[in-house]
């Protein structure tokens, strides 16, 4: 069964220091892999989408994901943190193209310190 | 202004009361989904629907209906034969189903007292 591993709940890091959420996945199809940002009490919004075009997609406010197949990970960068940046971050997976469903993790929730 | 809109953002319902989640959509997508939102737990798929007049199950069904009589709007209801209701409820949609992004409505947090 398709799954969706995120390593770490939460994650600290200092205002400029480099942002790294992992992502590992599990399909047995080509995956399309997504990184969404939620801030408090409110909806998910699309940072990237991994769609096989190129293994770095970059995406908005600076972040980008690297896809490796050979370990079947998604992880999530950005070279020096913001405060604004503090929210929770969400991998997933589309399980089937058929439906469109989405599998997601866990989620990791990032602190940025001052 | 395209987007996704759910109402209304708080809602409180007592035990045993069946309860409607508003879900509109003006970006003229065919495919729309409820998902279920628990702490730790990332989101949990409820039903899903690629089409006017047709919809799926989920994941975590039970205790939920929907209904598509329009392309644009997508209601949730959840009954009272839900034996954990409280949770913060979230509506997508996309241009069809496959490879297509999903867009998120802001939300709807329910608590049942």
């Known amino acids: 069964a398709q799954s969706v591993t995120q390593l770490g709940s939460h994650v600290s890091v200092s205002e400029g220091a480099l942002v790294l959420l992992r992502c590992n996945y599990s399909s047995s199809v080509p995956p399309y892999l997504f990184w969404y940002v939620q801030y408090p009490n409110q909806g998910l919004q699309l940072l990237l989408k991994y769609t096989s075009a190129a293994t770095l997609v970059k995406g908005i406010n600076g972040f980008e994901a690297e896809f490796k197949k050979s370990e079947t990970s998604f992880h999530l960068t950005k070279p020096s943190a913001h405060m604004s940046d503090a929210a929770e971050y969400f991998c997933a997976v589309i399980v089937s193209s058929n439906t469109g469903k989405l599998i997601f993790g866990q989620g990791t929730t990032l602190q940025v310190k001052p | 202004d395209g987007g996704i809109t759910q109402s209304p953002k708080y809602l409180f319902r007592k035990e045993g009361q069946n309860v409607t989640l508003s879900c509109e959509q003006n970006?003229?997508?065919?495919?729309m989904y409820w998902y279920r939102q628990d702490p730790g737990q990332g989101l949990r798929l409820i039903y899903y629907s690629q089409i006017v007049n047709d919809f799926q199950k989920g994941d975590i069904a039970e205790g939920y209906s929907v209904s598509r009589e329009k392309k644009e709007s997508f209601p949730l209801t959840v009954t009272s034969a839900q034996k954990n209701p409280t949770a913060f409820y979230l509506c997508?949609?996309?241009?069809?189903?496959?490879?297509?992004?999903?867009?998120f409505g802001p939300g709807t947090r329910l608590t049942v007292l």
């Open positions: 970006l003229n997508h065919d495919a």
């Open positions: 997508a949609s996309s241009i069809g189903v496959g490879s297509n992004t999903q867009y």
